[in-house]
């Protein structure tokens, strides 16, 4: 008999309009060593209490580590990491549970002299998760191909053992211990499956930082800036760095201690510590500071600890002090977990970093401070108040991604770290194409890949060098671990808007976004604003956004099932495109305003480019589309328009308004092909501005009437009643002399046409194009 284990409380839907989604997660399979035999010769009792005392024991490691437990197979239990939430370690939470479910298993006493021996297999790959049922004990939670991988591993693996498959030993590479074995044979896997076993975790190393800092100069001045003042005057300041992963955190902190030594000629101490993901010991940061200013290294016996303890502590405490602070701060380095002893070491710790600012200059600094236990930041909490008390020269520097709770003080500086322009990751790239061997002109190929995050160059260059397809250039693991993380950081809704305006080209609208995702108009502009603030999403002009990186993009719009990407887009393309300006709506009352109005082109390659083929729609009728086979007139604003040869037909007369005056700000003057009796309304007079209705060059279209619009989705354009209505009619091109082609009068009679030089396509600033 089987005890299932189940949530006592199912956890709800989440608030969003995807019941599915595809994910990458790590599955964990873990089944008893000769079960069968084990059950034949104990007792139906025996047995009973011994499937207890194993499913009570694992189930409790997996939740431990955040696992899911998906079902429970005869004596097989498997569980799922990252279904519902990722943060980048889903295949290292898995392996370090498998690793304690042997563990655990060892030290805890079975029935009788029964001994549980288990093997455990881990495997990472993509599958199609239900996220309603996303919670331990739910059935059918995830489907894919790495199921049956997870199961085929803890086949192969000896018992007490964790087998890994390449995706997961990739995952943890530099945090796991591993030992790579002879490719297995699968049945039906062509061709034999390469193993891995897990051995233990390891303590990461420092990043290598040997090449030359690209960018950031302006970060770098603003930090040495806000530290030499805190040095100078004796006030202690703490500086938080912000940054997405791959953003270049560790690279400028690095920088920092390379670079800022001394003050005023005073020698400046670094401490340097590093939160690691999930670390057995809440306190192991700030044991890391006390083994960086007193020398100590891993794998130091126990007199060489209390040797360089004693000559740290000599010249701050008194010797008796000294004698009784040693044994409390060995054990601290050995375990600094929780304890009360270990919490007595931390502060004496603490007292040991104020009495070396007392006599030096200080700077603290804790990289990946998001990943550090609440007793850790109390830590950091009461050096820093204290030393600000004591008016101590001391600094406190910080490292974290934009997401994490900020438990910072008040007084604290916070500095973005954003990404590289395109020149620095240019630059960057071709920097590290060369030092991996690679050529230099796959820099252009990387370039719009990478999104100015060096994090994210480096793995492309990484994933070349183990020999990606130079051809695709697929996203790397490493990029799609954070982005994924990224994503999953959001709430329901905003999470929602992002991966549906991932599937939505170019320059995205919130009108698309809503259209996509059926909401009201407007619904989803809360949502896109929240992006933007988390630094997901750059704004564009009217009502438009764009990703900040082309990976968050692919990830976002690769997480929706298949035919739901479909119906997204095809309900985003029945939304009115960002270039179009609506009939009869009022202009912006002045030119930046209206460079505000024109926005980026979907499809484009950068922001404010055209697409191609836009000089031929540009030249033949600037504003007209087709919709359903017919074409419309539109409202195009001409604010610059330059005729052909320099020559102005006709001049708009705007009124001097300043420094938005075209004349004044060094702008040619509009020019159009108009009737002097076109009518103008007040309103019109007013905006400085002239209105064009375009008509198709050729076609029968009916004669139409202008009439007043309802505002636009985003609302950056209200309606305003049009107070004289012009009629639009479409007439044939007419053969005008020498270059000249027929354009209709705006406001004319019927029969009336007007020649004027054909202009050349104008590109605004924003880079609108626009022709007469």
Same mark, same amino acid.
């Given at each position: ?105 060892? #030290? ?241 710790? #603490? ?54 709770? %900020? ?69 790397? %693991? ?64 009217? %009502? ?26 095809? #309900? ?201």
């Amino acid at each position: 008999m089987t005890t299932i284990i189940v949530d006592a409380q199912r956890t709800s839907t989440p608030h969003w309009p995807v019941p599915q989604e595809r994910r990458t997660v790590t599955v964990l399979f873990a089944d008893i060593v000769g079960s069968t035999a084990l059950v034949d010769r104990l007792d139906p009792e025996d047995v009973r209490a011994l499937q207890r005392a194993y499913f009570d024991t694992v189930a409790g490691v997996l939740h431990r580590w955040q696992g899911v437990v998906e079902k429970y197979v005869g004596d097989a239990v498997m569980a799922l990491f990252g279904v519902r939430h990722s943060d980048g370690f889903d295949a290292y939470r898995a392996v370090r549970a498998g690793l304690e479910i042997q563990a655990a298993l060892d #030290r805890r006493p079975m029935v009788g002299d029964s001994r549980l021996r288990v093997r455990v297999g881990v495997a990472t790959g993509e599958v199609v998760v239900d996220l309603g049922s996303a919670v331990s004990g739910g059935h059918g939670v995830a489907s894919g191909a790495v199921i049956t991988t997870a199961a085929r591993l803890q086949e192969y693996a000896p018992p007490g053992a964790v087998a890994l498959c390449a995706a997961t030993a990739r995952a943890t590479a530099g945090l796991i211990t591993q030992r790579q074995l002879t490719p297995v044979s699968v049945a039906g896997r062509v061709p034999p499956m390469p193993v891995w076993h897990a051995v233990g975790p390891v303590r990461p190393g420092t990043d290598r930082h040997d090449g030359p800092l690209i960018g950031r100069r302006r970060e770098l001045a603003t930090i040495r800036d806000q530290l030499s003042r805190a040095i100078r005057e004796q006030d202690p300041r703490w500086i938080s760095l912000v940054g997405p992963t791959g953003s270049g955190r560790s690279r400028l902190l690095h920088e920092l201690t390379r670079g800022l030594t001394t003050v005023d000629g005073m020698p400046v101490r670094w401490c340097v510590a590093t939160c690691q993901p999930y670390p057995d010991q809440v306190m192991a940061p700030a044991a890391e500071l006390l083994r960086g200013l007193a020398g100590v290294r891993h794998g130091d016996g126990p007199a060489v600890v209390h040797d360089r303890l004693v000559a740290a502590l000599a010249s701050l405490f008194p010797p008796e002090r000294v004698a009784a602070a040693i044994p409390t701060l060995q054990r601290f380095l050995t375990t600094p977990d929780g304890s009360s002893a270990a919490l007595a070491g931390a502060a004496i710790c #603490r007292d040991v970093l104020l009495r070396l600012a007392a006599h030096q200059p200080l700077i603290v600094a804790v990289d990946d401070v998001d990943r550090a236990a609440p007793a850790m930041s109390r830590f950091l909490h009461a050096l820093f108040s204290t030393a600000t008390a004591r008016g101590l020269p001391l600094a406190l520097i910080t490292l974290h991604q934009p997401q994490w709770a %900020d438990t910072r003080p008040s007084p604290a500086r916070r500095v973005t770290i954003g990404p590289l322009a395109t020149v620095q990751s240019g630059r960057l790239l071709r920097h590290l194409l060369t030092r991996a061997g690679q050529p230099v002109t796959l820099a252009d190929r990387l370039l719009h890949l990478v999104g100015g995050r060096p994090g994210h160059a480096a793995a492309y260059v990484r994933s070349i060098m183990d020999g990606a397809d130079r051809v695709t250039l697929p996203l790397p %693991d490493a990029v799609r671990r954070a982005v994924c993380a990224e994503l999953d950081h959001l709430d329901g809704e905003r999470r929602a808007v992002l991966m549906a305006a991932a599937t939505i080209g170019g320059v995205v609208s919130g009108a698309a976004v809503d259209r996509a995702l059926s909401w009201a108009p407007g619904r989803s502009a809360p949502a896109l604003r929240g992006l933007v603030a988390a630094g997901l999403l750059l704004p564009r002009r009217a %009502d438009g956004y764009a990703f900040v990186a082309p990976a968050l993009r692919q990830v976002a719009a690769e997480r929706l099932p298949r035919a739901l990407r479909a119906v997204f887009g095809r #309900r985003a393309a029945e939304a009115p495109p960002l270039d179009t300006v609506r009939p009869d709506a009022a202009l912006p009352r002045d030119h930046a305003a209206a460079d505000r109005a024109g926005s980026d082109r979907p499809g484009s390659d950068r922001p404010g480019s055209d697409r191609p083929g836009s000089d031929r729609a540009a030249v033949s009728g600037s504003g007209v589309r087709r919709a359903e086979g017919v074409r419309r007139a539109e409202v195009v604003p001409l604010d610059v328009v330059r005729a052909r040869d320099g020559r102005l037909d006709v001049v708009l007369a705007v009124p001097p308004s300043g420094p938005t005056d075209p004349l004044r700000r060094g702008l040619p003057s509009s020019t159009m092909a108009t009737s002097p009796t076109a009518p103008t309304g007040g309103a019109n007079r007013s905006l400085g501005f002239r209105r064009l209705r375009a008509v198709a060059s050729a076609g029968d279209v009916p004669p139409t009437r202008a009439s007043a619009t309802p505002n636009n989705a985003g609302g950056h354009w209200p309606a305003a009643p049009d107070r004289s209505p012009a009629t639009i009619r479409a007439v044939p091109a007419v053969p005008g002399p020498a270059g000249r082609t027929a354009a209709a009068a705006v406001g004319a009679p019927p029969d009336v046409v007007r020649t004027g030089p054909r202009p050349p396509l104008i590109r605004w600033p924003t880079g609108l194009a626009a022709s007469a």
